[in-house]
């Protein structure tokens, strides 16, 4: 049996009769039994365990005076001694006894059986009915309000839903609530799956390593993804919400009623659930927007992932610590297996594949073979190659040329895979990639192909794949990869005449804002080379295309936010050879001004024309007119014009929501004047200084803000009052903000930032492993940067070494980024 060596053991007995202290045997995590013993035996053990003094925040804890847990990936062992493995399954009952003035709520798994109360304390006993891992455990003890609503299942079952909070956040939980019914309903629509206990409750806590957690019936979240309002939640902030809560609604069945028979196996439940929340919040508002937002994400950081010294593949061979795989490349790689799994099969057999799924390993903890399995048998194909998805690290990269032939009028797209060495893994098979495409003619009329359609899935297999299409009657414009149809790196030599005529003619909405992109890449590419700060004027093909993007903004303001959206600092790093901070960071700077300069009356224009609503309203299309609005602020901020800072602050002191509210001031703290940013932080923070979710908005957006001198203001930060060191939301506020956002000030070449961010590990690893493993990342990068910063980083990744006895969660990140 397992059990931290936090726990104290008071008692252990078997069948009745107490096991004498030479019948067991504590060694390091594992308690052993030296007794014989029955096929079926009854073991009881008393423990005792100081939930007040977990700073880790896994197993039982407190946060703000409340009693909660968090067990997955092993924080039950720290809570009693237990097989504590995913495979190991059984029905748990519980009982919370506590002081009933402290802790009127009580909470655990499934349902709620009996209870009693005594002049100062109460008791309830809850019973899961269904047979669960341990790191689904939870209970909750604690003084929380709780809004409820009722859902009735298609098959006409009331289900009571509750989400808890403190009282003063009562008037949050609107949204959560509104998400999870309509994610209920979702998941019935779209893969018949039901709700199947008689209670589904939420419960919000302040304290909280990760963003949420699916434990069976008694789900515990992170305030900052369950609490919204109007008033003091973003637009960003409340789809974050509705996303989540469905993403933990959706593992009821892919996570707990089917779980991982071991945590390599983490991506076959957390993978399959993002692209489920994916496609919900797809289909509550844009698919193009979400597809855009998602490979965003993918492509800058998990990107990144896969190409530094933690990359491993979806299905990890090896690890030290699981927590330090809780990953972009398990979570959102991995959807991107699944959805290729739905795009090769379609929607049809997709669905059959989970029904099969879900009914075969009903109540077992199964394998991602076993999912694959699935998939073969409802479609009959066999899939073995497409597995080496799972196994194979490293992103994939796609060369294509093209040939057309006049006489023959045949066109010809020659593909070519290959992905590079990761750490551990040299040798790469070729992958089997799901390739989406059309061709355009001249007119931007999409050409139709061989199967009848205007587009095709080409299924690449081999090191090179040759795709030939007849009857061509002129040189096409390719489009490649659209929707994104694969995770891999696509190389295709466009020309930008050829970029700008799919940003005009494409009709798939990734690959049209994809083209926009790759042509911004392009003129930023050219001057990061030269430093950045290059004055030269905008191509004018480039600034009409731009032109033409704003005028016809308003038939789709939310995708027309991305596409006047300049790549971002992150994406831009990413494919850069040698990162270099300062020119990337300038050249994206300088672009900004010439295109705000250039289409000054257009900015201005379209943001009177997005003007407010008489009230706010959190749906897509007044989401969508927020978003492009303040992207006109921004572009017209840029100017550092007096005039557009009285509009900003205009928009700051009226809007009646934190969107607006807060886009205003952030456009203010980045502009030059200082003077004003720092009166409207100063209203800012008077405002809201007791909404503990709205300071970390606050903290953050100084700790991002690259002007310089930077570095004394984040130090500054950590002294202010609403600053806590203990709590993992505002440590990734400040700390993580400042090393992963502010990087001209994070790789200053006085190295003082990467020294800040190793005393910060060095003091937190002993607090919170968890989180200091995560905060670790942006040092163990200095592969990418030139020598010097490469020199200063290793430097202090050394430092953290030699600072004495590490965590395993730390050491894991830092010996595999020295290797
Ligand atoms: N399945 C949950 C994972 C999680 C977690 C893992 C390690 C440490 C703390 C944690 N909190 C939640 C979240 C999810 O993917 O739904
Ligand atoms: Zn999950």
């Known amino acids: 049996m397992f059990g931290h060596d936090s726990l104290e053991l008071l008692s252990l007995s078997i069948d009745g009769v107490t096991v004498p202290d030479n019948g067991w045997l504590r060694q390091d995590e594992v308690l052993r039994l030296n007794v014989s013993l029955n096929d079926t035996f009854e073991l009881r053990c008393v423990t005792k365990i100081n939930p007040e003094a977990n700073t880790a925040l896994e197993g039982l804890y407190l946060s703000d005076g409340m009693f909660c847990t968090q067990c997955e990936a092993e924080g039950f062992r720290r809570i009693t001694f237990y097989p504590d493995r995913p495979d190991v399954m059984a029905v748990f009952t519980t009982t919370l006894i506590a002081n009933k003035n402290q802790y009127p709520v009580l909470l655990s798994n499934g349902n709620p059986v009996a209870q009693g109360s005594d002049e100062t304390s109460h008791w309830v006993t809850w019973q899961d009915p269904f047979p669960k891992p341990a790191y689904l455990f939870a209970l909750v003890a604690g003084d929380l309000s709780c809004a409820e609503d009722t859902f009735t299942t298609q098959s006409g079952r009331a289900v009571k839903l509750q989400i808890y909070a403190e009282a003063k956040d009562l008037d949050k939980l609107g949204h959560a609530m509104e998400s999870l019914k309509q994610s209920m309903r979702w998941d019935e629509r779209v893969y018949g799956r039901e709700y199947d206990l008689d209670i589904y409750m939420i419960v919000a806590v302040d304290f909280f390593n990760m963003g949420a957690m699916e434990n069976k019936g008694l789900n515990i979240f992170n305030t900052s993804c369950v609490l919204a309002h109007p008033r003091t939640t973003t637009d960003a902030a409340f789809q974050r919400v509705e996303s989540v809560v469905a993403h933990e609604y959706f593992h009821n069945w892919s996570g707990n009623r089917v779980t991982c028979r071991d945590w390599f196996q983490l991506s076959l439940k957390e993978g399959f659930t993002v692209f489920r929340d994916q496609c919900f919040s797809a289909d509550m508002h844009s698919a193009a927007v979400k597809r855009v937002e998602d490979v965003t994400l993918l492509r800058t950081a998990q990107f990144a992932e896969d190409a530094g010294p933690m990359s491993h593949p979806v299905r990890p061979a090896s690890f030290i610590e699981i927590s330090n795989f809780y990953t972009l490349t398990v979570y959102e790689k991995g959807a991107e297996i699944v959805r290729m799994l739905h795009t090769l099969l379609g929607e049809k057999v997709f669905r059959q594949g989970t029904d099969l799924y879900f009914d075969r390993h009903d109540g077992q903890a199964v394998t991602t ?15 073995t190659q497409f597995k080496r998805w799972y196994s194979q690290a490293g992103t994939p990269r796609l060369d294509v040329v093209d040939e057309y032939n006049a006489g023959q009028q045949t066109y010809t797209l020659r593909f070519t895979q290959s992905t590079p060495p990761t750490p551990g893994q040299t ?36 090191e090179e794949t040759i795709f030939v299409v007849k009857g061509v009657l002129e040189k096409p414009t390719p489009s490649l990869l659209r929707g994104f149809s694969a995770p891999v790196k696509l190389f295709y030599p466009y020309t930008e005449e050829q970029l700008s005529f799919l940003l005009t003619h494409e009709t798939d909405g990734f690959a049209r804002w ?50 006047l959206t300049l790549p971002t600092e992150a994406y831009l790093s990413e494919i850069s050879t040698v990162i270099d901070v300062d020119a990337i960071f300038n050249a994206r700077r300088t672009m900004r001004r010439q295109l705000a300069q250039a289409l000054e009356a257009q900015w201005l224009t379209l943001y009177n024309e997005m003007g407010s609503e008489e009230s706010y309203r959190p749906d897509s299309s007044e989401m969508a007119r927020r978003s492009l609005k303040n992207t006109c602020l921004g572009y017209l901020m840029a100017l550092d014009s007096p005039t557009y800072l009285a509009l900003a602050e205009q928009q700051f002191s009226e809007s009646d ?46 700790a991002a803000d690259p002007k310089s001198g930077a570095l004394s203001r984040v130090k500054a930060l950590l002294e202010h009052p609403v600053y806590d060191s203990r709590n993992p939301n505002k440590l990734r506020a400040v700390i993580s903000t400042f090393c992963n956002q502010n990087t001209v000030n994070f790789h200053g070449l006085d190295g003082e930032g990467y020294r800040f961010l190793a ?28 020598s010097q910063r490469q020199a200063l980083m290793r430097a202090q990744l050394q430092r953290i070494i030699e600072s004495g006895d590490l965590s395993g969660d730390v050491y894991e990140v830092l010996s595999k980024s020295m290797a």
């Open 369 to 383: 073979d076993d999912f694959v399995a699935c998939m073969e048998a409802v479609s009959q194909r066999d899939l």
């Open 427 to 462: 040798d790469k098979q070729p992958l089997h990639i799901p390739m989406s495409l059309a061709l355009f003619d001249s007119t931007g009329q999409a050409i139709p192909l061989a199967n009848g359609q205007l587009s095709q899935l080409v299924e690449l297999t081999d």
């Open 514 to 563: 994809d083209a926009g992109q790759q042509l911004a890449v392009r003129l930023l590419q050219a001057r990061i080379l030269k430093g950045g700060e290059v004055d030269d004027a905008l191509p004018e093909a480039f600034v009409s295309a731009w032109q033409v993007l704003l005028e016809r903004a308003s038939d789709d303001p939310a995708m027309a936010s991305l596409l």
């Open 657 to 702: 929501n934190m969107t607006e509210q807060f886009a205003a001031l952030s456009t203010v703290v980045y502009s030059v004047f200082t003077d004003s940013a720092r009166e409207m932080l100063d209203e800012f923070l008077n405002q809201w200084q007791h909404e503990s979710l709205v300071m970390n908005q606050w903290l953050a957006l100084q």
């Open 759 to 786: 005393d910060k590990i060095i003091e937190l690893d002993k607090q919170n492993p968890q989180v200091a493993s995560r905060l670790l990342t942006p040092l163990t990068r200095w592969k990418r940067y030139d």
